[in-house]
């Protein structure tokens, strides 16, 4: 089984860097991805790590620890159109298995 | 761009009533998911395959079954609605799992 864990909400202003969290208890593992969730829109692909380290696209990066079980998606000279909802999810080895597991989302708020 | 479609965006059903969602996709992709999101709990997956007629539950099938028949198309079928299925559902196609398309969504609300 796994278990993922990231902060509910994270509050920000425009302009300013926040990092969102996620901690997850796995039996094997391939990798972790991101997705970003507009109210009332679709989840779109935002990266995947599978190895440790810094994946930066753009103004977001993304950072897995494998050791640690921990990885966190770093969002840079935020806009008002970053807030959103956040999901990281985890695929792990058990069972040869395809089933990502999702965690329950952080709400990231931008304040002006 | 990748295309994922569901067949309605907002539907509404009666109690008991049999339900049919729809998704298509159009990039060739081996995999398909359906998942419910609720409030709080994230996405949660009901059903999964990986082929042409092929399927595997997920972490919530009950009250639910699938159908994929052809592998541009996952339908989602719920036999009898029930009021506590009314839910966001939202379908997804991949080439790899780690990097999944979804499609727009399909509020169901079952009176």
Not at chain 1, 2 to 14: F, G, H, R
Not at chain 1, 24 to 45: M, N, V
Not at chain 1, 68 to 81: A, F, H, N, T
Request: aromatic fraction near 12%; charged fraction near 20%; include cysteine.
């Amino acid at each position: 089984g796994q278990s993922l864990e990231q902060p509910s909400e994270v509050t920000a202003v425009e302009g300013a860097i926040v990092q969102i969290n996620c901690t997850y208890q796995t039996s094997g593992f391939y990798g972790l991805s991101w997705y970003q969730q507009h109210d009332g829109g679709a989840p779109t692909f935002l990266s995947y790590n599978a190895l440790d380290g810094l994946e930066e696209t753009g103004r977001f990066s993304s950072f897995l620890s494998r050791s640690d079980s921990y990885g966190y998606l770093l969002l840079q000279e935020l806009q008002m159109k970053d807030s959103a909802s956040y999901f990281c999810a985890v695929r792990d080895t058990e069972g040869g298995s395809y089933i990502p597991t999702f965690g329950r989302g952080t709400s990231l708020i931008v304040h002006p | 761009d990748v295309k994922v479609t569901q067949s309605s965006r907002y539907l509404v059903k009666r109690t008991g009533e049999k339900v049919f969602l729809e998704c298509v996709q159009d990039m060739d992709h081996e995999n398909m998911f359906w998942y419910r999101q609720d409030p709080g709990l994230g996405l949660r997956l009901i059903y999964f395959s990986y082929d042409v007629k092929m399927k595997e539950k997920g972490d919530i099938p009950e009250g639910y079954s699938v159908s994929r028949e052809k592998k541009e198309r996952f339908s989602l079928i719920l036999e009898s609605a029930s009021t506590n299925q009314t839910s966001m559902y939202l379908c997804a196609s991949s080439l790899q799992p780690d990097t999944q398309y979804f499609g727009p969504g399909t509020r169901l609300t079952v009176l």
